[in-house]
């Protein structure tokens, strides 16, 4: 059985809500034709209730980049689950590098954010990836297995079925470099089997893993055709509706 793949665009920090209105009417359009591919569009937390006017009842669905874990309170300049599902969106980024990176994300936080995420109704889509350094040192297996198990932990397999991961390369992203669709195919493969052994061949055989990492139109057939590469997450190429149109039309070309 073949897994439907899943496209989302990672609209970062950009665009303003008149923009983030403007990309996404163009993508509605663009993809108008499509009728297997799941589409995601995340944009920034700001124009999410907006941007969910625009797409309407378009197959399109909308995703945060972000949420924290509590449900309410004194935290100040953080959102929740509940308010994000508030604004019409059903996914949310868990997890990305550049959280772990820069807001200190780590594999305990990950895990809070995702139960708090699957109580709520919104499929998390949680980001694993090893650095360079961490590539050359021989132990990408390692480091992805410890963020798998970390963000997974006391999850069950029902709530499993809700999630989607994405292995996006550190040093893959925003840099042009991408890995070989070998390179990875081998570390989805790897991801396939750690899923399995931790929640039975189901949701091994069903999980939807994602890549992510300078995936363009001139890259996606190859990447997307690997047996355990279910979909993209896609950063820059996003950001402009053609492209992103474009990496859509070939996963639907392919289903
Ligand atoms: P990129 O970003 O496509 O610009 O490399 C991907 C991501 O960070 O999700």
Request: net charge negative; proline share 3%; glycine share 8%.
């Amino acid at each position: 059985m073949k897994r439907q793949i899943v496209i989302a665009g990672n609209w970062k920090m950009h665009k303003t809500n008149s923009e983030a209105m403007q990309l996404a009417n163009q993508v509605r359009i663009k993809t108008m034709d499509i009728t297997k591919t799941q589409i995601v569009i995340c944009p920034p937390f700001t124009a999410l209730a907006p941007v969910y006017e625009v797409i309407g009842d378009s197959r399109i669905h909308l995703g945060a980049q972000n949420m924290f874990w509590e449900k309410e309170g004194a935290f100040t300049g953080e959102i929740s689950a509940g308010m994000i599902k508030s604004t019409g969106a059903d996914y949310v980024i868990i997890g990305h590098s550049e959280r772990r990176q820069y807001f200190g994300e780590s594999d305990e936080t990950v895990n809070k954010k995702v139960k708090a995420a699957l109580e709520n109704g919104l499929k998390p889509i949680v980001c694993v990836g090893e650095t360079l350094e961490e590539r050359e040192a021989n132990i990408t297996l390692k480091v992805v297995s410890r963020q798998i198990r970390g963000a997974f932990a006391d999850l069950s397999a029902e709530q499993m079925k809700k999630v989607i991961v994405a292995y996006e390369p550190v040093w893959a992203i925003g840099t042009g470099k991408t890995a070989t669709p070998e390179q990875a195919q081998q570390v989805h493969q790897e991801i396939r089997q750690l899923l399995t052994e931790m929640f039975g061949s189901e949701i091994g055989e069903k999980m939807v893993i994602q890549y992510g990492g300078s995936v363009k139109p001139a890259n996606a057939e190859s990447l997307l055709s690997q047996p355990d590469i279910d979909g993209a997450l896609v950063g820059g190429a996003c950001l402009k509706a053609d492209s992103f149109s474009d990496i859509i039309h070939i996963a639907e070309k392919l289903q």
